[in-house]
Every structure is written in structure tokens, then in C-alpha cells.
């Protein structure tokens, strides 16, 4: 496993070795000895969850604000661009934002730690996302900040107008947000 920083220290991007051959391919998503040692996060994953969007969906940006969730991403089909964004007050790197191509291709995984907002935009024709999480989903504790947030200014990259449900065509401005300390 390789492991990467991003710009916000914490947010990291996990690329597991793989073993190929003319038959195929082998890797381990997941190995929580090899995880906590290569990057110092000792985490206990609670849940796994797999989506399934079409090209141009945009997910996001979402977070639990008690229940918090860490998230382990991966694309398992196609490919997105996954984007984190630190909503901790308290941090230097409040407000500040990280994206990641995450493919089918690629296997690379990124790690979201708790505090940050999570979003992603399917950039193929389709896009199957699997992604482990430390805490249960909490629906009532369930927040989105605005994809276009204008004081976050996150670049998309967009191929083409992003299609939204209606949750996140109702998300807050980050300034309007409940938030982390």
C-alpha cells in the first residue's frame, strides 16, 4: 500500500498494490493492520456502503454533524471525481478543499476523515462507489453544504450540467452551515 498526502494533511489517498497477471488482477481494499501503520489513523469501520450513479451525477457535500464519519472511497466501476472539504473551524485549513480521480483503473481509495464534508461527481457513463464508514448513518444528524458553495469555489471539473437530488439542490452555504468546532 501507498500512501499519499493532499494538500489538507489529513485527507489521504491509498493506493493498495496490486497483483496482476493475463487472468486478471488481486489486491487487498483493506488491511487494518497496514492502514493504521502506514498512516498513524487507527479507525474501526462500522459499515460499507456501494452507490450507483449515472454520468454527470453529483453527490454531495454531505456529513453527518454528531456521527460523525470517516470514509474509505473507492470507485469499483467507472470514475469520479471525489472531493473533501474541512468544515472544522478550528482548523487552519477551514473551508479548504481536496479532489481525487478515483477509477475502476486506478484503485485508489481516499481516505475522508471525520470533520470534513464528502461529495463526488461520476465523470464516466456510469460509476459504482464503494465506501467504508466509522460511524452508522444517522439520517437525523444528515447535513449538505451546497455543491457551488462561491466561497468554496471547488472545481468540478464538470463535463456536463451535474444532475442533483433534491437534498442537494436544498443544501446550506458554508457560511450558513451547522459545522465543526
Known amino acids: 500500500m501507498e500512501i499519499t498526502q493532499t494538500e489538507l494533511p489529513e485527507v489521504l489517498i491509498v493506493k493498495p498494490k496490486v497483483f496482476g497477471d493475463d487472468r486478471g488482477f488481486f489486491f487487498e481494499s483493506f488491511n487494518r493492520k497496514q492502514f493504521q501503520e502506514q498512516t498513524g489513523v487507527e479507525t474501526n469501520f462500522v459499515q ?6 449515472q454520468q454527470h451525477v453529483l453527490r454531495g457535500l454531505h456529513y453527518q454533524i454528531r456521527h460523525a464519519q470517516g470514509k474509505l472511497v473507492r470507485a469499483v ?3 469520479i471525481l ?3 472539504v474541512d468544515i472544522r473551524r478550528s482548523s487552519p485549513t477551514f473551508g479548504q478543499w481536496v479532489s481525487c480521480v478515483l477509477s475502476a483503473g486506478n484503485k485508489r481509495q481516499l481516505w475522508v476523515p471525520e470533520g470534513f464534508a464528502h461529495g463526488f461527481y461520476v465523470r464516466s457513463e ?8 466509522t460511524d ?7 447535513r449538505c453544504i451546497l455543491w457551488n458553495d462561491p466561497d468554496l ?4 471539473q464538470l463535463l456536463g450540467e451535474p444532475t442533483l437530488s433534491g437534498k442537494d439542490q ?3 452555504y458554508l457560511k450558513d452551515a451547522d459545522l465543526y468546532d
Open 48 to 53: 460499507d456502503n456501494h452507490s450507483r450513479s
Open 77 to 79: 466501476i467507472g470514475e
Open 82 to 84: 471525489d472531493v473533501a
Open 126 to 133: 456510469v460509476a459504482e462507489v464503494l465506501y467504508k464508514t
Open 136 to 142: 452508522y448513518y444517522a439520517p437525523q444528524q444528515e
Open 153 to 156: 469555489a471547488i472545481d468540478w
Open 170 to 172: 436544498q443544501g446550506q
